[in-house]
T-cell receptor
């Protein structure tokens, strides 16, 4: 099955700085890569996703890049704000499966 | 519109007790997923329904875990003879595949503590 590794486990930045979270996956058949944000006491919420036929996708301050050859993808958050503080999860989904495999999460702390 | 709801939000059970966790998906969502999230970990897949059919239960950790979705909407995850290692947050998610999206909408979860 798919294996997803996520780094770092904790990331602390100053407000206004950029934050980058990196994930690697094992199965080259994976074709869908969502990123979720989970705030305390809440369920994960999709913030951005990318498919294997695209190398980069951007939505305001958030961008995701995908390198299929190296089997890694990254989340980039620019101009971080305290409300960006949360746990972020990457995930990868194989082919026709509906079931994604999640990374272990990155706790992002943005200091005002 | 209303999102995915789960009840109860918190459940404390003594070891050996049975528990039932409920998930109300978004109306019209065909697919429903259950995940187990241990402290400091990502969600781990438990089981998947498409309408009332349980298409994948490969993630259920033991035969003490059972899930159903008899009418293709509300789902219940039942854990029999709870053990301390069952303590976790149980997340439910629903989605509407077939429209070119795989987005899953998660509920807030049920935090189960087994004492």
């Amino acid at each position: 099955g798919e294996n997803v590794e996520q780094h770092p486990s904790t990331l602390s930045v100053q407000e206004g700085d950029s934050a980058v979270i990196k994930c690697t996956y094992s199965d080259s058949a994976s074709n869908y890569f969502p990123w979720y944000k989970q705030e305390l006491g809440k369920g994960p919420q999709l913030i951005i996703d990318i498919r294997s036929n695209v190398g980069e996708k951007k939505d305001q301050r958030i961008a995701v890049t995908l390198n299929k050859t190296a089997k890694h993808f990254s989340l980039h958050i620019t101009e971080t704000q305290p409300e960006d503080s949360a746990v972020y999860f990457c995930a990868a989904k194989i082919g026709r499966s509906y079931i994604p495999t999640f990374g272990r999460g990155t706790s992002l702390i943005v200091h005002p | 519109g209303a999102g995915v709801s789960q009840s109860p939000r918190y459940k404390v059970a003594k070891r050996g007790q049975d528990v039932a966790l409920r998930c109300d998906p978004i109306s019209g969502h065909v697919s429903l997923f259950w995940y187990q999230q241990a402290l400091g970990q990502g969600p781990e897949f438990l089981t998947y329904f498409q309408n009332e059919a349980q298409l994948d239960k490969s993630g259920l950790p033991s035969d003490r875990f059972f899930a159903e979705r008899p009418e293709g909407s509300v789902s219940t995850l039942k854990i029999q003879r709870t053990q301390q290692e069952d303590s976790a947050v149980y997340l439910c998610a629903s989605s509407l595949p077939g429209q070119g999206t795989y987005e899953q909408y998660f509920g807030p979860g049920t935090r189960l503590t087994v004492t």
